[in-house]
């Protein structure tokens, strides 16, 4: 799952900040656009998961909250004093609901309508499992179509807006729940996933694309499908390169290279002759995006996460005090 994670952040990143458009086909579109949907199955799925082992919601909140927010607010607050002190945009970052405002537009900051997605997702799934614990499953199955549906009356393949676009989260979850027996035994359908997964990344590129008439809509589903096919592996190159190291270091870093990325292909290192913008500044833009993310990743976000451990340890009940035997008669 870590290679899976790199994929979509090297696909978010290719999408971003590389010359991918060909013969009118738009592959940066295809390309972040998928980058995007694999990360929120990823999230869905994991999301899922720490919920169904019994973490508590106060826990799972502390947990998700000190692993977003403080990189977050850390990066809003230095795009506002470096690039552009517009109080509105901040506000809306700090808040997390970038995703439903069309108000002032930061290009710096503008990618981070993905984390308000998240963060309302963290909530309605704490909300979901708080309410309806065990049988919470029930509504993760359901909910995804409806979304979806939702999406496909809105003819929008490409909203920001949270309750347009968590079927790519809720998809994870069910994919969690499927491939652990919560509805039944579905073995043998994930056996016959693996080898078609070249077919399904296929399909599921065609859903990425601006240029093909409805399939969007349906995205969330080939993007299941493609991480279902993944975890159904066992063998072979696809899987050693999932496994490989430096797959596993891209993983560990994603979530500050993808906050960071834009801001580090502005100011000097954005625009001007196309030679020169990606031969010599884009590649400058990766080097520091990755140098900032590995001392984000080690130090800053470290810290934050040791503490969201401390806060949600479970220490031991205290031993009852034993009573003192009564004296003789």
Avoid at 71 to 89: E, G, H, R, S
Wanted: charged share 10%; glycine share 6%.
């Amino acid at each position: 799952m870590d290679g899976v994670r790199a994929i979509s952040i090297l696909l978010v990143l290719a999408g971003h900040l590389l010359p991918l458009s060909f013969r009118g086909v738009d592959g940066n579109s295809v390309a972040a656009t998928a980058g995007m949907a694999l990360f929120f199955v990823l999230s869905g799925y994991f999301v899922t998961r720490i919920l169904e082992q019994g973490v508590t919601t106060r826990d799972f909140l502390i947990r998700r909250m000190l692993r977003i927010v403080p990189l977050a607010y850390l990066f809003a607050i230095a795009v506002f004093v470096i690039f552009k002190p517009d109080l509105t945009a901040l506000r809306n970052t700090l808040l997390f609901t970038l995703n439903y405002t069309q108000g002032p537009y930061v290009w710096q900051t503008g990618h981070l309508w993905s984390l308000c997605v998240e963060m309302q997702f963290y909530l309605a799934m704490a909300a979901l499992y708080l309410a309806l614990g065990a049988r919470a499953k029930w509504a993760i199955l359901i909910a995804p179509p409806c979304v979806t549906v939702l999406r496909v009356l809105s003819g929008d393949g490409w909203s920001t807006f949270t309750h347009l676009r968590c079927d790519e989260l809720l998809v994870g979850g069910v994919l969690y729940l499927a491939t652990t027996g919560a509805y039944g035994d579905l073995s043998r359908i994930w056996r016959r996933l693996g080898p078609a997964l070249p077919i399904l990344a296929i399909v599921f590129l065609i859903t990425c694309s601006p240029d093909v008439p409805v399939a969007p809509l349906l995205r969330a589903w080939p993007a299941a499908l493609v991480v279902g096919a993944v975890l159904s592996l066992r063998s072979g190159w696809i899987l050693a390169i999932l496994e490989s190291a430096p797959m596993a270091y891209i993983a560990k870093v994603s979530y500050a290279v993808y906050v960071v990325h834009l801001a580090c292909a502005s100011g000097p290192l954005a625009g001007g002759d196309k030679v020169l913008l990606y031969t010599v500044k884009r590649p400058i833009s990766f080097a520091l995006t990755f140098l900032i993310a590995h001392i984000s990743t080690t130090y800053y976000e470290a810290f934050w996460n040791r503490l969201a451990h401390r806060m949600t340890q479970r220490r031991p009940a205290p031993a009852p005090v034993a009573q003192a035997a009564p004296e003789a008669a």
